[in-house]
């Protein structure tokens, strides 16, 4: 799941490729701010 942080805060794995994970975050909180 793309919404799993590492405990020390980092990003950690994602199957598609850090950048991508990082792109969808900050999606999702950039939507749900605005809602």
Known sequence: ???VIRQ???LG???W???RKK???GWE????SNQ
């Open 29 to 32: 909180a950039a939507y749900f």
């Open 1 to 3: 799941c793309h919404r």
């Open 8 to 10: 020390a805060g980092g």
């Open 23 to 25: 792109a969808i975050l």
């Open 13 to 15: 794995d994602y199957r």
């Open 17 to 19: 490729g850090s950048s």
